[in-house]
T-cell receptor, first 107, second 116 residues
Framework: TQLLEQSPQFLSIQEGENLTVYCNSS?????LQWYRQEPGEGPVLLVT?????EVKKLKRLTFQFGDARKDSSLHITAAQPGDTGLYLC???????FGAGTRLTVKP | GAGVSQSPSNKVTEKGKDVELRCDPI?????LYWYRQSLGQGLEFLIY????????KSGLPSDRFSAERTGGSVSTLTIQRTQQEDSAVYLC??????????????FGPGTRLTVT
């Protein structure tokens, strides 16, 4: 079983600030996914990264897959209150998720 | 098309009672997953069904928990002799292909279980 460690566990910032959250493991993944969960709802897929070193952008969100495919980061530029939620990473070949980063963006 | 649906949305039960939680996956999705999420926590994997294969039950916390999937579609998660620590949101997800083939999980809204 691959263990996914996410950091930080909690993050509270002001609107307009930038932030980066991380997903790390000692295992190599063939692909990794990021999900966002808003209160009272199920997680929703944001992106899947497949290639080592890959960078994907989704509006103000930038996802990077490490060269060794053991880690990934999510960077949010100019955070907005609508970005508030629980950010989860998951490895493609395992049904287990990281514990998540709980982000709060204050107006 | 319809997404993953779960019922009931909320369930309050007394300690010691049995409960059944239902999941209707997206039509055509071969894989179905159950997770548990305690307040403020991440997702805890419970069980995984893939087609007609034997389910992966490695995440079930005790023998009080069981699940079945009838006809490759609807799934029921049963918790016997509920305990207060079973209180959580139970999430169901489905995907078109198995995890090792690159997949997106589509989640239902969850069932909030409260054991009093």
């Amino acid at each position: 079983t691959q263990l996914l460690e996410q950091s930080p566990q909690f993050l509270s910032i002001q609107e307009g600030e930038n932030l980066t959250v991380y997903c790390n493991s000692s295992s190599v993944f063939s692909s990794l996914q990021w999900y966002r969960q808003e209160p009272g709802e199920g997680p929703v897929l944001l992106v899947t990264v497949v290639t080592g070193g890959e960078v994907k952008k989704l509006k103000r969100l930038t996802f990077q897959f490490g060269d060794a495919r053991k880690d990934s980061s999510l960077h949010i530029t100019a955070a907005q209150p609508g970005d508030t939620g629980l950010y989860l990473c998951a490895a493609n070949n395992d049904m287990r998720f990281g514990a998540g980063t709980r982000l709060t963006v204050k107006p | 098309g319809a997404g993953v649906s779960q019922s009931p949305s909320n369930k309050v039960t007394e300690k010691g009672k049995d409960v059944e939680l239902r999941c209707d996956p997206i039509s055509g999705h071969t894989a179905l997953y159950w997770y548990r999420q305690s307040l403020g926590q991440g997702l805890e994997f419970l069980i995984y069904f893939q087609g007609n294969s034997a389910p992966d039950k490695s995440g079930l916390p005790s023998d009080r928990f069981s699940a079945e999937r009838t006809g490759g579609s609807v799934s029921t998660l049963t918790i016997q002799r509920t305990q207060q620590e079973d209180s959580a949101v139970y999430l169901c997800a489905s995907s078109l292909v198995p995890p090792d083939r690159g997949y997106e999980q589509y989640f239902g809204p969850g069932t909030r279980l409260t054991v009093t």
